[in-house]
């Protein structure tokens, strides 16, 4: 016999104080783990997603405009390679009638 066992639901106010915690060095990220009943996995997924947001938004201006450009960049390659497969279908259609 299973017993459903319902998952529960971490505001990210939560989840920051948890990580940091972790972090502080009072105590082992096991500990902290053990006290709010989570599995050392997640605190570290956590943590991790908390550094990656930290790194975006301090990111400097020339970066952030770096990868616009690169975007930018992107979708006009895509729209040329999008041209091109259509003038190639166009030809190979008049190939195939001229047969």
Known sequence: MS?????????A???????VAGMS???TV???????????ALCYQ????LLDGGRASLAG???RDGQRELKKRIAEL????????????????ALRGWE
């Not at 096991?30 to 050392?40: D, L």
């Not at 956590?46 to 997603?49: L, Q």
């Not at 895509?78 to 259609?93: F, H, P, S």
């Open 46 to 49: 956590w943590r991790e997603r």
């Open 78 to 93: 895509e729209r040329t390679l999008g041209r091109k497969t259509l003038e190639l279908e166009i030809a190979g259609k």
């Open 3 to 11: 017993e459903s066992r319902q998952r529960r639901q971490w505001t």
């Open 30 to 40: 096991r500990e902290v783990c053990r006290e709010h009943g989570i599995q050392e």
């Open 61 to 63: 201006r020339e970066e």
């Open 13 to 19: 106010q939560q989840k920051v104080e948890i990580v």
């Open 25 to 27: 060095g009072e105590r």
